[in-house]
């Protein structure tokens, strides 16, 4: 029904940043929340930031506050990962995340970061 599609994923050194980008392929569907999880090989995949549609509520993992922000276009469905000050604890694969109103879950396909040290 609708795909969610990253960008912005790569190599960088540690204290560069990238941005990361999510577009939903339907600008119909009604999103409550949208965000990004990332997962590391041999690790659990994990909360990065959520932002919610309606209003500027956000949450992050503790291991990014005052690093990573968060930002959304709900007229274009998408939502953005602006990163800072990128550690090579950062490396893992960011997949996009949303939530509709009946609490249905959507993901992208992934986008690899990799932090050199």
């Known amino acids: 029904q609708v795909q969610l599609v990253e960008s912005g994923g790569g190599l960088v050194q540690a204290g560069g940043s990238l941005r990361l980008s999510c577009a939903a392929s339907?600008?119909?569907?009604?999103?409550?929340?949208m965000g990004w999880y990332r997962q590391a090989p041999g690790k659990q995949r994990e909360l990065v930031a959520i932002?919610?549609?309606?209003?500027?509520?956000?949450n992050y993992a503790d291991s990014v506050k005052g690093r990573f922000t968060i930002n959304r276009d709900n007229a274009k469905n998408s939502v953005y990962l602006q990163m800072n000050s990128l550690k090579s604890e950062d490396t893992a694969v960011y997949y996009c995340?949303?939530?509709?109103?009946?609490?249905?879950?959507?993901w992208g396909q992934g986008t690899q970061v990799t932090v050199s040290s």
């Open positions: 339907r600008r119909d569907f009604r999103f409550n929340a």
């Open positions: 932002i919610i549609i309606g209003g500027s509520n956000t």
């Open positions: 995340y949303a939530r509709n109103d009946v609490l249905s879950s959507y």
